[in-house]
C-alpha cells in the first residue's frame, strides 16, 4: 500500500541541502517523515483528502537549522536577568540595574548580561566601584558578552569570600588596582563567581522552555547544547526535553563551564558514552575548556596580540592535563572536543587527539573542535589528517569584527575559515554560541557569505563562502558532527520531517540582505510548531 502526504509543501524553492545543493518544487511529508520531494505534478500523486497543502508562493523551505553551538540555559536565564547588550555607557547600564535593585528585596541578586566595554561611551571595563553605586546591599554581577569576564560589586565579593590577598585560580584571574581588587573577573575568576550567583532549578527551567519558544521562531530544530554548570545542567536539559519545555532535538555536549575535566572525569566513571539516548535527547562528546574568549581578548594565541604585545591570552589546562583528560574519554567511547579559540588552543587540541588515536586508533571518531577560531594552514594540514571536525561561528565577526582587526591583525584572515575547509574538504558545522551572539542561524549565514562587521568591516573576506555552502553547514553539517546524518539535515525520502519554511527565496536574495529573512514556519517531526502570525490577524 503506498503512503500518502499528511502534509505538502507545492510552488516552492525545496533547498535539499545535499551535497549537489539540488533545489526542487515540492516536498512531501507523512507523519514525522518525509516521504517524497519533485515536481508539483510528482508530489500530487501522494495527495488525499486528508493531506494538508501548503502553497509556498516561491518561498525557500529548507531543512530545519541546527544550531551546532549554544547555550540553552544560559540564553534562557539572561531573559530573566538584565539585559545591558545594548547600552551604551555605564551610566546607562547602571540605570537599568537600578530598575531592578529598586525592585527586588535587600540581598537578592541582580544579574546583568552583555556589556561590551569596547561599546560603552567611557571605553573601559565596569569596576566594583561603578555597581556599588547602583546597591551596596544586593549582591550584583554583570557578565560580559563573551560569557568569560564578569565584573562584580563589594557585596557579591563580601559573599565569595574575596581579597586581595585571594590567590588566582588556574586558568584566570581576579583584577587588582593600587592594592584593592577592582571587582573585574576573568575566565576561572568569572566561572567561580557564577557559581554563587547562579539561578534556581526553577528559574533554570522556565529559562529553558523561554529559549525553546524562542529557537523555534527562529526555524532551529535541533540544538548542540555547548554546556552550563556542572552535572545538574544536563539533568535540566534532560528533564525540559522530557517535559517538553524543550521542543528541540538536543545533542548536549558532556562539559562544565566550570572545573570542566571534573565533569568529564564524572562522565567516564558513570559509565555512559556519547550516543546515549534517542532521537530527542542525546548525550554527545565529553568537553573541556582549554582557553578563553576571541573578544576579551583572553584566548591563547602562538604570538602575542597585535593590540598588548605583553598578552597572548589565557589557558585553563596544560597539555598533559588536556591529554589526561579527554584522553581518557576516547579510550572509554567518547566522542571528544573542546573549547579552542586561539591558534595554540586549537594547536594543542590537536596534538591530543593525534596522541590518542596513535594509541586507539578510531576511524569514525567524528573529535570535534568548538569555535577553531583562529586557524591558520598549518593547523588546516593537521585538522585534515586528523578527521576533526571544526564547529567555528562566522556571526562573531559580525558582531566582534572591529576589536578582532584591533586584537589580531592580520591573523583575521584565519579565523574562521570557512573558504579554507571547503578547499580542503574537511565538514564543519555552524554555531552561534548563543548567547553570545544571536542565535538567529540567517545572522551567522550572513556573516558567513559576506565576512561583515557590525560597522561594515570587511573581516578575512577571502574566506567567505557561498549562501548554498553556509545553509549545508547549518544543516547537514550538524547532524554529521553528531553522528545523525542518517536520519535529518537534509530534505530526503525517510529522514525525520525537521523544516523550515522562510518568507522568501532565500538563494535569490542579495547576500547584503540576509538577515532580513525571517521565518514563516518551523515544522518539528511533521507538526508546525511555530508559524508566524500574519499582519493585523489576533
Known amino acids: 500500500m503506498e503512503l500518502t502526504a499528511t502534509k505538502v509543501f507545492i510552488n516552492g524553492q525545496v533547498f535539499i541541502a545535499d551535497s549537489n545543493y539540488s533545489v526542487c518544487e515540492a516536498a512531501a511529508i507523512h507523519g514525522n517523515t518525509i516521504l517524497q520531494t519533485g515536481t508539483n505534478e510528482e508530489v500530487s500523486e501522494t495527495v488525499s483528502e486528508q493531506t494538508e497543502i501548503i502553497d509556498l508562493q516561491g518561498r525557500s523551505l529548507l531543512p530545519g537549522f541546527i544550531d551546532a553551538h549554544a547555550h540553552l540555559e544560559l540564553y534562557g536565564t539572561n531573559q530573566l536577568g538584565v539585559n545591558c547588550k545594548t547600552v551604551n555607557s555605564i551610566e546607562e547600564l547602571q540605570q537599568k540595574l537600578m530598575i531592578t535593585a529598586n525592585a527586588v528585596p535587600d540581598g537578592e541578586w541582580i544579574r546583568g548580561w552583555g ?30 558578552t563573551c560569557g568569560h569576564i564578569s ?31 577592582t571587582g573585574l573577573l576573568f575566565e576561572a575568576a568569572h ?45 535540566y536539559l534532560q528533564q525540559a526535553v522530557n517535559e517538553k519545555k524543550i521542543k528541540q532535538r538536543v545533542y548536549a555536549l558532556y562539559g562544565s563551564l566550570h572545573e570542566s575535566p571534573e565533569m568529564v572525569k564524572t562522565g567516564i566513571d558513570s559509565g555512559i558514552i556519547t550516543g546515549l539516548g534517542d532521537q530527542n535527547f542525546k548525550i554527545c562528546p565529553a568537553k ?69 588515536l596513535h594509541f586507539n586508533y ?46 589580531y591583525g592580520s591573523r583575521v584572515n584565519d579565523m574562521f575559515p570557512l573558504k579554507s575547509f571547503i578547499e580542503q574538504q574537511i565538514p564543519f558545522a555552524l554555531g552561534s554560541d548563543s548567547p553570545i551572539t544571536s542565535a538567529d542561524p540567517l545572522q551567522g549565514i550572513y556573516s558567513a557569505v559576506t565576512r561583515k562587521s557590525k560597522s561594515g568591516k570587511l573581516i578575512g573576506q577571502a574566506q ?74 489576533h
Open 288 to 356: 573541556v575548556f582549554i582557553d578563553g574568549s576571541s573578544s576579551g581578548p583572553t584566548c591563547k594565541t602562538r604570538e602575542p596580540y597585535t593590540s598588548d604585545p605583553d598578552d597572548s591570552g589565557i589557558l585553563y589546562l596544560n597539555q598533559e592535563a588536556l591529554d589526561k583528560s579527554l584522553g581518557e574519554a576516547h579510550e572509554n567511547g567518547w566522542q571528544i572536543t573542546a573549547h579552542a579559540m586561539g591558534d595554540q588552543a586549537i594547536e594543542m587540541l590537536l596534538h591530543t587527539f593525534e596522541s590518542t
Open 464 to 537: 567567505a563562502i557561498s549562501i548554498e555552502e553556509a545553509i549545508r553547514a547549518y544543516t547537514w553539517a550538524g547532524a554529521y558532527a553528531s553522528f545523525e546524518e542518517d536520519i535529518k539535515g537534509t530534505i530526503e525520502s525517510g529522514k525525520l520531517a525537521d523544516l523550515v519554511v522562510l518568507d522568501r527565496s532565500i538563494l535569490d536574495c542579495p547576500s547584503d540582505r540576509l538577515t532580513n529573512i525571517t521565518v514563516d514556519m518551523t515544522v518539528l517531526n511533521g507538526e508546525i510548531v511555530y508559524q508566524k502570525q500574519k499582519e493585523g490577524v
Open 362 to 407: 578510531r576511524m569514525n571518531h567524528r573529535h570535534r573542535i568548538e569555535h577553531s577560531g583562529i586557524t591558520p594552514e598549518d593547523l588546516l594540514d593537521k585538522l585534515k589528517s586528523l578527521r576533526a571536525i571544526p564547529i567555528p561561528n562566522p556571526a562573531f565577526l559580525y558582531e566582534f569584527g572591529v576589536g578582532y582587526l584591533r586584537d
Open 151 to 181: 565584573c562584580a560589586n563589594s557585596k557579591a565579593l563580601e559573599l565569595a569570600g574575596l581579597s586581595f590577598t585571594s590567590p588566582d585560580p588556574p586558568g584566570g584571574s581576579y583584577h587588582k588596582q593600587n592594592g584593592e581588587l
Open 191 to 235: 566561572m567561580n563567581m557564577f557559581q554563587l550567583a547562579d539561578y534556581s532549578a526553577e528559574e533554570v527551567m522556565k529559562g529553558l522552555q523561554i529559549a525553546s519558544d524562542d529557537y523555534l521562531k527562529l526555524g532551529i530544530t535541533s540544538v548542540h547544547d555547548a554546556g552550563g554548570y556542572g552535572t545538574k545542567h544536563i539533568r
Open 115 to 144: 556589556y561590551n566595554q569596547n561599546y560603552l561611551k567611557e571605553g573601559r571595563h565596569l569596576t566594583k566601584w561603578d555597581l556599588d553605586r547602583v546597591s551596596l546591599t544586593h549582591p550584583i554581577i554583570v557578565v560580559r
